[in-house]
């Protein structure tokens, strides 16, 4: 009996030892790259007359060559759908057809009357103080998710401040 017994301890930890150098050898599968992502709020005044102010939530996901942006109202309701890649960029409402623009400044400054600088907004999103003709930097907290830009050329001025959370 203490033979059958001492090669079924053996035989359980036979197994054990596989069961373990195999889970050691097995290489875990690479995690799917996901664009960063950013939620908030956002406020832009154009000094214009009289002087444009707006402020939406919104949630931001990509980079300058592809990307995402939808914005909503204070209910939540959506706004807008700003999506472009390499061949533009499209502004869906749900209230109007689709228009397509040759990029995303040339969106901005068609519905704003200013072109915002998308590759510098996403590199102050991720804490670089990058610099954007045209664009002062003013004050950058990535960690706290703050932020404050003014344009200053062309006219009008425009300012933009940014809170948010990456989630």
Known sequence: MTIVTGLHMRWRGLLALAALLGGCASVPAPAPSTPPQW?????????????????AGFDL????????LWLHGPLGQTLAQVRWDEDGAWLERPDAPAQRYPDVAALTEALTGAALPLATLLDWLQGRPSEAPGWTLLALDA?????QAQRHSPQPRVELRLVWQRP
């Not at 960690?143 to 932020?147: A, F």
């Open 39 to 55: 939620s908030g709020r956002l406020a832009l005044v154009i000094h214009t007359d009289p002087v444009q102010r707006a402020s």
């Open 61 to 68: 996901r990509g980079q300058a060559q592809r990307g995402e």
């Open 143 to 147: 960690d706290q998710g703050r932020l």
